[in-house]
Nanobody
Framework: VQLQASGGGLVQAGDSLRLSCAAS????????MGWFRRTPGKEREFVAG????????YYADSMKGRVTVSRDNAKNTMYLQMNSPKPEDTAVYYC????????????WGQGTQVTVSS
């Protein structure tokens, strides 16, 4: 499975932004996909995930109500809609996938930079 994240950039606080993650390869093996982020000096943080086959989303508590994760199976693409982002949301956002039912994230995209200005 290969993952390609896109959609990052510079936005102002309060503007919306949508990230995309296109999957290719053995996408039929995917159980879940997710978004993570990393800021300098901090550990990688889970943002949101989605069960690939039924589309059920789940979120980090700190992100509930602030982002929406979705997927388009026909396009093999996952999305992260960021609503009213804040400067503290500035980070490199990574998408990941797991083909292991037990949950280990075993495929990662290259990351896309999101910078939110105040």
């Amino acid at each position: 499975v290969q993952l390609q994240a896109s959609g990052g950039g510079l936005v102002q606080a309060g503007d919306s932004l949508r990230l995309s993650c296109a999957a290719s390869g053995r996408t039929s093996d995917i159980f879940r996909m997710g978004w993570f982020r990393r800021t300098p000096g901090k550990e990688r943080e889970f943002v949101a995930g989605i069960w690939w086959r039924n589309g059920i989303p789940y979120y980090a508590d700190s992100m509930k109500g602030r982002v929406t994760v979705s997927r388009d199976n026909a396009k093999n693409t996952m999305y992260l809609q960021m609503n009213s982002p804040k400067p503290e949301d500035t980070a490199v956002y990574y998408c990941a996938a797991t083909t292991v039912l037990s949950g280990q994230w075993n495929y990662w995209g290259q990351g896309t930079q999101v910078t939110v200005s105040s």
